[in-house]
């Protein structure tokens, strides 16, 4: 019988250590696949880090730095225009400056002022009829400063109207816009620009206080009806100018101003003919 090799076979792993062996495969296995989503986020944290440490959050406001910020923040900003303004605005190129030069019975001279406004394209100039009345000459001055002299071209005494054409046109023309009278009602605003004592472009606000009222002008005989009573401040040298609404468009033309002493100071009361009634005195504007 023939005899093998007597070299030893190689033993084989303990069940345990091969176990192990198939363990430690694994999860090294694992952390090859692994490494980079770890490293991945280890990076992360430390950019996170690097950036709270170069840029600290901020220390909480207290109550001062509030009060502070609210300040600020109120005084830099630019509060909305009033209504009072943007009616000025929206009038003032239609205002007219109006002095009359006059002579008494004695043959002395002297003169006046009023008020107009501009009532269409041909620069016709609507006013007071006691402001040019007996007057020798009539000056007018526009918004922009063009100086003419004009002619009265129609009246309605009986409502105190008067139409004026300038003999040159001025540079500038600026028709005012008409309203409806008819659609205020007691307690609307209301406003008032002319030129009290001469003072150009002055203005005045307040509200309409009634309608249908009727007055005698102190040194006339006629009897005005259907006026206007509003209460925004008006002195001689505003006859003649606009009262308007709170868009801006003339509601009326400033006539009068009661008052039970000898003297020209307003005391709450003035008057107003309404705009469709002035359009009755050929100014050809609408009759509302």
């Given amino acids: 019988m023939k005899q093998g090799s007597n070299s030893p076979l190689p033993a084989a792993d303990p069940p345990d250590l091969s176990r192990r062996r198939r363990i430690w495969l694994r999860l090294w296995s694992v952390v090859l696949r692994g490494w980079p989503l770890a490293a991945g986020f280890g990076l992360a944290f430390l950019a996170l880090f690097v950036y709270g440490a170069a840029y600290p959050p901020p220390e909480p406001l207290d109550e001062g730095d509030v009060d502070r910020i609210v300040v600020d923040i109120l005084a830099s900003a630019t509060p909305p225009p009033s209504y009072a303004s943007q009616v000025y605005q929206y009038i003032l190129p239609s205002l007219v400056f109006i002095q009359t030069d006059r002579q008494d019975e004695d043959g002395a001279k002297g003169f006046a002022v009023g008020t107009g406004v501009v009532i269409n394209k041909d620069a016709e100039v609507l006013t007071a009829l006691h402001v040019v009345q007996g007057a020798t000459e009539i000056n007018l001055t526009f918004v922009d400063g063009s100086h003419v002299q004009a002619l009265v ?88 100018g606009p009262l308007l609404n709170r868009a801006g468009h003339v509601i009326g033309i400033v006539t009068a101003l009661a008052n039970p002493t000898e003297q020209d100071f307003f005391i709450g009361i003035g008057f107003a003919v309404p705009i469709n009634v002035a359009a009755g005195g050929g100014a050809g504007l609408p009759d509302y």
């Fill in 153 to 240: 071209v129609a009246t309605e005494p009986e409502h105190d109207i008067a139409v004026l054409q300038p003999i040159e046109r001025p540079g500038l023309i600026v028709p005012a816009v008409v309203g409806n009278p008819r659609a205020m009602r007691v307690g609307d605003e209301a406003f008032a620009v002319g030129n009290p004592f001469g003072l150009p472009g002055s203005m005045s606000d307040g509200v309409i206080s009634g309608f249908d009222r009727s007055l005698t002008p102190r040194g006339s005989a006629t009897r005005l009806e259907g006026l206007i009573q509003f209460d925004a401040a008006v002195n001689p040298g505003n006859s003649g």
